[in-house]
Nanobody, 114 residues
Framework: VQLQASGGGLVQPGGSLRLTCALS????????MGWYRQAPGKQRELVAR???????EYSDTVKGRFTISRDNAKNIWYLQMNNLKPEDTAVYSC?????????WGQGTLVTVSS
């Protein structure tokens, strides 16, 4: 079982990106899934999570700018990021919440810079 995040890149402040997380498992994922990020020199933090029933929660730092969604039938999760700020620069990864069901996959780098 693998988690693969994609969709990162370089974007100017105020720009948008959509990240995608794919879970390579034949069974439907039943857990709450989250998007995490780790900035250089900082600990990994949870920025958004979504239950199987699609109830989202966000950290205060991204609330109102990021939107998490999921397609349960395809085992895919998304993170729509709008109005990006330089402080959003980090490696973004996806995993369950709590992170006890799957191993970490490769993250995707988001760089917000002019």
């Amino acid at each position: 079982v693998q988690l693969q995040a994609s969709g990162g890149g370089l974007v100017q402040p105020g720009g948008s990106l959509r990240l995608t997380c794919a879970l390579s498992e034949t069974r439907l994922a039943i857990y709450t899934m989250g998007w995490y990020r780790q900035a250089p020199g900082k600990q990994r933090e949870l920025v958004a999570r979504i239950t199987q029933r699609r109830t989202p929660e966000y950290s205060d730092t991204v609330k109102g700018r990021f939107t998490i969604s999921r397609d349960n039938a395809k085992n895919i999760w998304y993170l729509q990021m709008n109005n990006l700020k330089p402080e959003d620069t980090a490696v973004y990864s996806c995993n369950s919440f709590p992170t006890i069901y799957y191993s970490w996959g490769q993250g995707t780098l988001v760089t917000v810079s002019s």
